[in-house]
């Protein structure tokens, strides 16, 4: 079963692969739109949950697809570019109709800590601007460890530090209606673990920046004109 389950992954992940790779000229709305059509957000969700890349998993899992998903791309085009000429600490990527912010927990927090230091507030700060400037979208924190220490330790600290964050967005504007915190502790690494420089990349907090059901409405309605 786990070996036709990895099969069927491969077998997606190839598609989209050639669907990317033969429309080069595309842009990254363009290519979210054929995305979220012709695989579907559950089969999003599993790729890259599969891949070990949560926020990636997420974001392509909560795809609309099709004129209605271009919109909403354009819209997060425009967001993402924002983020990144404000937010020099963060690393921007622009997937499918959705952000994923990346910040290093070294910026934001000490070692082995969960509360935020005075520069990470004003790195925070800078991306409040944004998120404040664009209302119509729901943010996932999503808290990650390296894979040194217990599982359970690791988690925890991983909710502690997106909690922290979270409660800095909600004084500073951005309503809890907006967000939720995850903590994966040490379970989804994005780098190696090998090495102290992977391991020190692993230990993040991730913004996973989505349309919500507003911004999906104004898109559907935007698209049917």
């Known amino acids: 079963m786990k070996k036709l389950r990895m099969s069927l992954i491969m077998l997606f992940g190839a598609s989209l692969i050639v669907i990317a790779s033969g429309c080069s000229s595309w842009n990254k709305t363009q290519k979210g739109a054929v995305v979220g059509t012709a695989t579907g957000g559950a089969v999003g969700a599993v790729i890259g949950r599969a891949s070990g890349n949560t926020a990636l998993g997420a974001i392509i899992g909560a795809t609309v697809g099709g004129?209605?998903?271009?919109?909403?791309?354009?819209?997060?085009?425009?967001?993402?570019?924002?983020?990144?000429?404000?937010?020099?600490?963060?690393?921007?990527?622009?997937?499918?109709?959705?952000?994923?912010?990346?910040?290093?927990?070294?910026?934001?927090?000490?070692?082995?800590?969960?509360?935020?230091?005075?520069?990470?507030?004003?790195?925070l700060d800078k991306l409040v601007t944004v998120l404040n400037y664009y209302p119509d979208t729901d943010i996932e924190v999503q808290g990650h460890t390296d894979n040194k220490g217990s599982n359970a330790y690791n988690?925890?600290?991983?909710?502690?530090?997106?909690?922290?964050?979270?409660?800095?967005?909600?004084?500073?504007?951005?309503?809890?209606?907006?967000?939720?915190?995850?903590?994966?502790?040490e379970t989804a690494p994005k780098y190696s673990n090998d090495s102290e420089s992977g391991r020190a990349e692993n230990r993040r907090v991730e913004f996973l920046i989505t349309a919500n059901e507003k911004m999906k409405a104004d898109a559907e309605k935007e698209s049917g004109k």
């Open 67 to 123: 004129a209605t998903g271009a919109i909403i791309g354009n819209k997060m085009d425009k967001q993402a570019a924002e983020i990144e000429k404000t937010v020099p600490d963060a690393k921007v990527e622009r997937v499918g109709e959705g952000i994923i912010v990346e910040f290093s927990s070294n910026v934001l927090f000490g070692f082995d800590q969960s509360d935020l230091s005075g520069d990470a507030k004003v790195s």
């Open 155 to 185: 988690k925890n600290l991983s909710e502690r530090r997106a909690g922290s964050v979270t409660s800095y967005l909600a004084s500073n504007g951005i309503p809890n209606s907006r967000t939720n915190i995850k903590g994966y502790g």
